[in-house]
């Protein structure tokens, strides 16, 4: 409560308010900035504030970013949603704020802002907005309860995930009390998609590689992008869809970013610890979904052999305990 008290009179104090997030935007990401300049210019009509960073063309729906120069930068102060590195924020102009605040849900990685709010437990950056704007009183549009509800939805797969919570299900519940949303047909603007993506989710299906630790992984190459007329962001993308597969307890999926010359590698687990692989490779996130970058295929293969490695110690502890 009190992290959130500070939080509020820096935006107070700040005629000019730049929201951010991190490199290659999730739905939580997206939702949670937008959501908060909402909530922003609701609450204080007179302020520029200005969401910022790379679109994707299928959260197009969610709203527009904003562009910002240098001189903005250095009268603002900048709020970072959803990222623990500095390495991974979306902004030319991290150095030039007059000062920083973060709002995270991931496990700590650096302390890089002048204010550090971070909850590994909520659900999402979005929960965490939704949880800030009650106690702090602010102006809850329909608009923004409709980001808000998405962000809270895609991170916790529809409520699936291991942070869902109590307060998770409270918040949703006041969200939809007060605002009335009509949260179903929220849904399929989140997971409507085009059939080619569907198609694609078939061939990982049948391509994918299982090891006898219960690690599955495919390296889904150019050829099978330009195949399916996917961009490379496509399977990292449907990576949830795999998840209640008896056989598999973890599961990668790799592809190769061609313009910034690296593979970008998707992972998530049903229960061993995959976050501490994940930093080995200039990655991380949390303890059971995460992601890493890597230049080489010798790395890649390092990973999948290190994942391999957790999942067998997994099931030994599990043999252990029966």
């Known amino acids: 409560m009190n992290t959130y008290k500070s939080i509020y009179k820096?935006?107070?104090?700040?005629?000019s308010i730049v929201i951010g997030r991190h490199l290659r935007v999730d739905p939580d990401a997206m939702a949670s900035e937008l959501a908060l300049k909402e909530l922003i210019l609701n609450t204080f009509k007179n302020k520029k504030v200005y969401a910022i960073g790379l679109s994707a063309s299928r959260f197009k729906y969610m709203g527009d970013l904003d562009k910002i120069d240098e001189d903005i930068a250095k009268k603002s102060l900048f709020i970072i949603l959803d990222t623990p590195d500095v390495k991974r924020v979306d902004s030319d102009y991290i150095d030039e704020f007059k000062y920083k605040i973060k709002i995270d849900h991931h496990p700590f990685v650096e302390k890089f802002c002048d204010i550090e709010c971070i909850n590994e437990n909520a659900s999402s950056t979005c929960e965490m907005i939704l949880d800030f704007a009650y106690k702090m009183k602010m102006n809850i549009s329909r608009k923004c309860a409709e980001l808000l509800f998405t962000g809270i939805v895609s991170d916790t797969n529809r409520f699936t995930t291991i942070n869902t919570s109590f307060k998770t299900f409270d918040l949703i519940h006041k969200l939809i009390k007060d605002t009335n949303i009509d949260f179903t047909s929220l849904y399929d603007k989140l997971y409507a998609r085009p059939i080619k993506e569907v198609r694609l989710q078939g061939y990982i299906s049948q391509n994918l590689e299982l090891t006898d630790n219960g690690l599955a992984y495919i390296k889904v190459d150019d050829d099978v992008i330009n195949q399916f007329g996917v961009d490379s962001a496509s399977p990292g993308n449907m990576?949830?869809?795999?998840?209640?597969i008896n056989e598999i307890l973890v599961w990668v999926f790799v592809t190769k970013d061609v313009k910034n010359d690296i593979y970008r590698i998707t992972m998530r687990s049903r229960g061993p610890v995959i976050n501490e692989v994940a930093s080995?490779?200039?990655?991380?996130?949390?303890?059971?979904?995460?992601?890493?970058?890597?230049k080489t295929m010798e790395e890649v293969d390092n990973l999948i052999k290190d994942l391999d490695m957790v999942c067998k110690d997994f099931r030994g502890d599990i043999d252990e305990n029966k």
């Open 10 to 15: 820096q935006i107070k104090k700040y005629d």
């Open 239 to 244: 990576i949830n869809n795999f998840n209640y």
């Open 280 to 294: 080995k490779y200039n990655g991380g996130g949390h303890v059971r979904a995460s992601g890493a970058r890597v």
